[in-house]
């Protein structure tokens, strides 16, 4: 079973008023912050120990937009980069019982996929195909990127990425991430594109000059922490468990603090290129993540 998040959980014509419900106003921000968000826990596995990450590139991706998500997942466990880090980010996963936190992030194999072998029109099941190719270890997490110009049912409609789990003994974790840039980036990369819905706020510098792969890296770590909380749909998350909010798509749009609609909340900027970040990363990187739901406070945890 598959479980779809964020710009996913909620349909695209009602996400604005989702978000509305909970920004009413940046004055109200703060008032609506001091109220609880509860993701339940219903007893199930979560992933811990180290939890291999194995990459199935379909379509074209340039080397460079290949490294920029690479970096990105080997600064999830880097202790190197200053603060706010990718790291400091990831860690808030630790304060999930049932251990969730002890989780290693190791990139494993990568699988490049060129030539579109299933074609440029993908279904679910295509995505399963491929997300095999990592194999069928319980450790690990096979994720399936798709290059700008492949569709995927739901893709830019009701989600930008998806996580789920395949059924029987030999089970694995798998998700999904596509590139927005050309077919939906003010539904899927945004707030590096103006909003498809919403106030028409002028869109973020991108820190890695690539609105649709530093797009994916706001998605992928999205489903990645969904993928180790709620791995097999009865970890964390609230509501239905065939449209679960998780630890990241609980809080959809908070970047920073104070945020409300259409304002990403407060976040850096690079003084020379006016790139907007929260996070350092290895290799100089800078990256722009989404907030996460922390345990301890049952508040959406931002960097900055």
Aim: include cysteine; charged fraction near 10%; glycine fraction near 12%.
């Amino acid at each position: 079973m598959a479980c779809n998040y964020g710009f996913a959980t909620v349909s695209p014509l009602l996400l604005p008023l989702f978000v509305f419900l909970l920004f009413t106003s940046s004055s109200m921000a703060a008032l609506v912050q001091q109220q609880p968000l509860v993701l339940k826990y219903h007893n199930g596995l979560l992933l811990k120990g180290t939890v291999t990450v194995n990459l199935i590139w379909y379509g074209k991706f340039t080397p460079v937009q290949r490294s920029v998500i690479v970096d990105f997942l080997q600064s999830l466990n880097s202790q190197a980069p200053p603060r706010p880090s990718v790291s400091s980010w990831w860690k808030t996963t630790e304060n999930y019982k049932g251990g969730a936190g002890s989780s290693a992030i190791v990139v494993g194999k990568q699988f490049l996929d060129e030539n579109y072998s299933l074609g440029k029109s993908l279904k679910n099941s295509h995505i399963v195909y491929l997300a095999a190719k990592g194999g069928h270890s319980g450790g690990a997490v096979n994720v399936v990127l798709t290059a700008k110009d492949v569709a995927v049912d739901g893709f830019c409609r009701s989600r930008c990425g998806s996580h789920g789990s395949t059924r029987g003994p030999a089970r694995f974790a798998y998700a999904w991430v596509g590139n927005s840039e050309t077919q939906c980036p003010g539904y899927c990369a945004w707030p590096f594109h103006q909003p498809l819905y919403g106030p028409q706020t002028p869109p973020l510098v991108p820190p890695n000059g690539d609105v649709g792969v530093d797009g994916m890296v706001i998605n992928l770590a999205t489903v990645l922490a969904g993928t180790v909380t709620n791995p097999f749909n009865n970890g964390y998350f609230q509501g239905p468990p065939t449209a679960p909010l998780e630890a990241v798509s609980a809080c959809t749009g908070v970047f920073g603090s104070g945020a409300y609609p259409g304002y990403t909340g407060r976040v850096l900027t690079d003084k020379t290129t006016g790139a907007s970040y929260n996070a350092h990363g290895v290799k100089g990187r800078r990256y722009l993540l989404p907030a996460m739901w922390d345990p301890r406070t049952s508040q959406c945890s931002t960097l900055v």
